[in-house]
């Protein structure tokens, strides 16, 4: 079955500092990954969505330069929160959509982000 | 932009009786919903699926209907079971690529013994 890990699944930083985070799609190659988060009370936001040999796409609120992220081949990205901050805190998720499968993203676990 | 709504926080059932999760919708294009279930700790799972309108999609218990008149994809079971106790999130895609997906607020299922 398709697996999809984070690592890791929490970490703390200090106000001011950055974080990466991996994502690992096993046992298939994923075309596609897209970062969200789910902030205190809110629901998953799309934070950018990168496909290998491709531009990667931001969403409104969400910068290159705030949220750096590498795909270098089908089964691994990261993206690191630079400079966090409170609102920064939350669980980053990755969904990676399966090659020949459109329709369907497999999710990690997520990575809780506590920003002290 | 597009939007998913879901009215309830969270439902609280006792085992065996029927549920359904409200799910509302908004976008401009022709939607492709989702439902996920997200057990403590773990990864969401995808639930169920659909972009036919009025044709039911079931899988393990759960059912939905898309209904594009009404915007809507509420999710039903007919008895709930202890195991049932999540966290389901509504989704819209826009398409059917599925790679950029609009999440509602979240419903969390707590099921009673």
């Known amino acids: 079955g398709a697996l999809v890990y984070q690592y890791p699944r929490r970490t703390i930083c200090k106000s001011g500092t950055s974080m990466r985070m991996e994502c690992q799609a096993v046992g298939f190659q994923a075309t596609s990954v897209a970062w969200y988060r789910q902030s205190p009370q809110k629901t998953f936001e799309l934070i950018a969505l990168?496909?290998?040999?491709?531009?990667?796409?931001?969403e409104q609120n969400f910068t290159q330069e705030k949220f750096p992220i590498s795909h270098p081949n089908l089964s691994f990205s990261s993206m690191t929160v630079l400079n966090a901050y409170l609102e920064d805190r939350g669980l980053y998720l990755c969904?990676?959509?399966?090659?020949?499968?459109?329709?369907?993203?497999?999710f990690g676990p997520g990575t809780r982000l506590l920003v002290l | 932009g597009d939007s998913v709504t879901q009215t309830e926080g969270l439902v609280t059932l006792t085992k065996g009786l029927p549920v359904m999760l409200n799910c509302t919708y908004q976008?401009?294009?022709?939607?492709?919903l989702f439902w996920y279930v997200q057990h403590l700790n773990e990864a969401p799972k995808l639930l169920l699926k659909?972009?036919?309108?009025?044709k039911r999609t079931e899988h393990q218990g759960f059912y939905a209907t898309l209904h594009k008149s009404s915007s809507s994809f509420h999710l039903q079971k007919s008895s709930v079971q202890l195991s049932d106790s999540a966290l389901y999130f509504c989704?819209?895609?826009?398409?059917?690529?599925?790679?950029?997906?609009?999440f509602g607020t979240g419903t969390s299922l707590l099921v009673d013994p």
């Open positions: 990168s496909t290998v040999n491709s531009a990667i796409k931001y």
């Open positions: 976008t401009t294009y022709s939607p492709f």
């Open positions: 659909s972009s036919t309108d009025n």
């Open positions: 989704a819209l895609s826009p398409s059917n690529m599925g790679y950029k997906l609009t």
């Open positions: 969904g990676a959509r399966r090659t020949g499968v459109q329709d369907t993203q497999y």
